[in-house]
């Protein structure tokens, strides 16, 4: 057990539909991480967010956002949802971090898979 | 532009043999490699990392060996037991609190 927790586990929606995906991390991390998995495909970078603020972006389309909040859980919101939405979504966290101590691994939860019909 | 390369999508194995799963990179900020399995239906499982001040390191059967002037990582199993059999990802970040950029994975079978 990682320790970070993602709920659902499962979801299956229709097309343009909306998603909330929820992820508590490991406790006293602040760091939270979003990745997609598509297909067997790699992890893909969706976003950072330390301690409440958004601290970087990678691949995320306009019709997802997220938040991190002041409970340091974080939610991934996807709308308009199209088939090739379908993936694997997986939260990871990491320790806090500062210039002293470094960098840090993520632990990954166990994802949502969400299949859009 | 793949930032973080697994070049070979599989990789077999005997049991007890040692495996070598290799990574390539070309951003030259990174300066923290991860190494992390991953079994189907489930969440990437942390295995070992290295910071660039380093050019190895061990824990247990795992080991990480990196070549910062090639920008190239390999993590070393040995024995390789059945139980390996998995997805492996590298990934890599570039300065503290940065998000970790992954590879798309080799699959290794350790054949019994």
């Known amino acids: 057990d990682s320790g970070v927790t993602q709920t659902p586990k499962h979801l299956i929606t229709a097309t343009g539909q909306r998603v909330t995906l929820r992820c508590s991390p490991r406790s006293g991390d602040l760091s939270v991480y979003w990745y997609q998995q598509s297909l067997d495909q790699g992890l893909q970078f969706l976003i950072q967010?330390?301690?409440?603020?958004?601290?970087a972006k990678g691949n995320i389309l306009e019709r997802f956002s997220a938040q991190q909040f002041p409970d340091l859980h974080s939610e991934l919101n996807l709308s308009s949802l199209e088939l090739g939405d379908s993936a694997l979504y997986f939260c990871a966290s990491s320790a806090n971090l500062d210039e002293t101590g470094g960098n840090t691994e993520a632990f990954f939860g166990q994802g949502t898979r969400l299949t859009v019909v | 532009d793949q930032q973080v390369k697994q070049n070979s999508p599989s990789l077999s194995v005997q049991e007890g043999r040692i495996s070598i799963l290799n990574c390539d990179y070309t951003n030259s900020m990174f300066d923290y490699f991860l190494w992390y399995k991953k079994y189907p239906a489930e969440g990437p499982t942390f295995l070992i990392s290295i910071s660039s001040i380093k050019d190895k390191n061990e824990d247990g059967r795992f080991t990480v060996f990196l070549n910062k002037s090639a920008k190239h990582l390999s993590l070393h199993i040995v024995p390789s037991q059945p139980g390996d059999s998995a997805v492996y990802f590298c990934?890599?970040?570039?300065?503290?609190?940065?998000?970790?950029?992954f590879g798309p994975g080799t699959r290794l079978s350790v054949l019994p």
């Open positions: 967010y330390y301690n409440g603020e958004e601290r």
């Open positions: 990934a890599a970040s570039a300065g503290y609190g940065q998000n970790f950029v």
